[in-house]
């Protein structure tokens, strides 16, 4: 079933119609506007992110994909004088409600940094972090499910023999999958990512996206991108961002091959500019 | 080319500059050892243990004040330690954004003040304070090594304890200056993972241990060497005592006091003796700490260096 629902204050040039899937969304966002001070960066953003799938947000440099994805785990709060308004609801469950224990959202929605960010700590304490911090202490308990984690992260193989080593011993591609192991140990549901890939080298980024692929049948996964390529190789759904606004939300093949928008498909043909 | 030439000149210049301190200190090194011959040889390694401080028998050992100055900079730093790190927490991590800067600024002025005002305000209100809390002691507290002798108010405690005062601003300052270079890349890893907000502050603390451990023995460096305060509320008394209430002597405090009155070159040596001993500890404590802070700087500049963006221009056809 296919809802229509009216976007406000659309730019010039875009529909003001989208539609929308309803049924599978795990995140939904609606009217959702996003404010540095007295700077509006995000205009009445209204998407739905299914459940289990690649959603790619892609877009200019400075167009609010960054901000949009840390809206989704609020993360957003730690900078002062940040504002959001509008509802970003998941699993039906407004994230901005008075409330809302911020701390056991951020542990349902993970989160990858462009820059690696590894702890100053061994490979297995950084895994470990989030574990320990939830309060689980016991040391073969810890032990299966860093285990578990490096194996989904497809790290195990590479580390299993060093997991007291420095994780700032591990090449940029390691730390950036042992960062997403760490992410994994939590046990969340999303996993938001914002270019994941994009301090690597080819190699170590066709792991990571290897690894999306296979991490997708138990996550809802976002990805920041800048890559057109990487988004079309690993996402099934893509959001064009522009100005702070979605221009064009469909299906990865619709938006490659048969956008509906001129500004799309400019940017995606590199037309861009 | 009249750049490179310039380039030069300056290095040559600032490079002359760098140089001359190096002289400068191992020339006081050298100083401090030559002046201090006559004794050096007659006691050799006795001075450094003997407890018997008789300037009119000539016979000199300084162990009661190299102990009171290890002991009450030590004290100091058990004290000042936490209490920096508060302070450095709350200013980096708690107060509210426009409290930052005036709090910084007041704690950094605290280091300004001179050590004869900390000296006076030790004597007029802190050993007041402090007599009246050895009074309060309870008897079996008292018979604890700890806690003997009279309660004179002056004494070890007190010396301690004024000592902490000078020393926080100095720890404190230098700690906020390491949270604060703590890369927020961090915090927001924790954050990402479902940390509080105290345990994001525990992962900064953690990234710049090092760091912050450096920046307490530089407080530590500051405690060792300090003299006016501490010679006006320590009871300025030589003797080896675990006590809080007895009054002791420091190095400092005894080349201050009695530097005037050294008539005969023995007593002079040995007070230079004591000088150079205090030299060296200073030095060293303060390389180190120096070292250990420098280290924790380099290895965010490490980190930053690892994970250099790429080009983000991949945006292909
Ligand atoms: N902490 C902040 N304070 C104020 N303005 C900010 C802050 N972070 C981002 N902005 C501004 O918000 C806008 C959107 O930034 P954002 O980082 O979300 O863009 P982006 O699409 O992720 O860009 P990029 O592709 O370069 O990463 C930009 O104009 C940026 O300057
Ligand atoms: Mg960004």
């Known amino acids: ?273 | 080319m009249r750049r490179s030439a310039d380039d030069r000149l300056f290095r040559l210049t600032t490079g002359a500059f760098a140089a001359m301190v190096l002289v400068i200190v191992v020339g006081i090194g050298i100083e401090l050892t030559r002046q201090s011959m006559l004794s050096i040889q007659k006691f050799g390694w006795s001075f450094w243990t003997g407890r018997t401080w008789d300037p009119v028998a000539g016979e000199f050992g300084a162990l009661p004040f190299i102990w009171g100055t290890l002991y009450s900079s030590l004290l100091a730093l058990l004290l000042s330690a936490p209490i920096a790190l508060g302070i450095a927490i709350f200013i980096s991590e708690l107060s509210p954004r426009f409290l930052r800067q005036p709090l910084a600024y007041l704690t950094d002025l605290l280091a300004a003040i001179p050590s004869i005002v900390y000296g006076l305000w030790g004597i007029f209100v802190l050993v007041p304070i402090v007599r009246k809390l050895e009074l309060l002691t309870p008897e079996p507290l008292r018979r604890l090594p700890l806690f003997h002798g009279p309660p004179l108010g002056v004494g070890m405690g007190t010396a301690a304890l004024i000592l902490a005062v000078m020393v926080v601003p100095f720890s404190s300052s230098v700690a906020r200056e390491i949270l604060k270079n703590v890369p927020s890349a961090q915090r927001e890893a924790a954050y990402a993972l479902g940390a509080t907000r105290w345990e994001a502050i525990k992962v900064a603390i953690g990234y710049g241990k090092t760091g912050i451990i450096g920046a307490i023995m530089l407080g530590l460096g500051r405690a060792l060497g300090e003299t006016m305060a501490v010679t006006m509320v320590i009871g300025n008394n030589p003797q080896v005592s675990l006590s809080l209430f007895t009054p002791q002597y420091t190095m400092a405090a005894v080349i201050a006091n009695e530097f005037t009155e050294a008539a005969d070159e023995l007593y002079l040596h040995a007070l230079i003796e004591i000088g150079l001993l205090l030299f060296v500890i200073t030095i060293v404590v303060n390389l180190a700490s120096r070292l250990l802070i420098w280290s924790t700087k380099k290895r965010a500049a490490e980190l930053v260096v690892l994970a250099s963006p790429a080009t983000k221009e991949e945006i292909a056809a």
């Open chain 1, 1 to 273: 079933m296919t809802i229509t629902i009216a976007m406000p204050s659309a730019p010039p040039g875009t529909a003001a119609v989208r539609e929308i899937e309803s049924g599978a969304a795990k995140i939904s966002v609606r009217d959702f506007d996003f404010f540095y001070g007295s700077a509006q960066v995000l205009h009445g953003i209204t998407l739905d992110i299914p459940d289990q799938q690649v959603t790619a947000l892609i877009g200019p440099s400075g167009c609010g994909k960054t901000t949009f994805i840390r809206s989704i785990n609020r993360m957003n709060d730690i900078i002062p004088e940040a504002r959001a308004k509008g509802t970003i609801t998941i699993d039906g469950r407004d994230i901005y409600a008075p409330g809302t224990d911020v701390v056991a959202l951020r542990r349902r929605v993970g989160m990858v940094f462009q820059k690696s960010n590894p702890f100053p700590k061994s490979i297995f304490d950084n895994v470990a972090y989030g574990l320990r911090i939830g309060g689980l202490t016991d040391k073969r308990s810890l032990r299966e499910h860093v285990e578990k984690s490096l194996i989904r992260a497809a790290l195990w193989d590479e580390v299993k023999d060093r997991l007291d080593d420095s994780a700032l011993a591990l090449s940029g591609g390691q730390q950036q999958r042992l960062c997403i192991a760490r992410a994994l140990a939590v046990d969340p549901e999303i996993l938001l990512m914002d270019e994941p890939a994009s301090a690597l080298d080819p190699t170590a980024t066709t792991k990571i996206e290897e690894l999306i692929w296979e991490l997708k049948a138990n996550y809802t996964i976002v990805i920041v991108t800048h890559n057109m390529q990487q988004a079309a190789r690993v996402s099934d759904r893509t959001a064009f961002f522009m100005l702070g606004r979605v221009v064009e939300y469909s299906d990865t093949k619709t938006i490659f091959m048969n956008p509906k928008e001129k500004m799309t498909e400019d940017y995606v043909t590199g037309r861009f500019g």
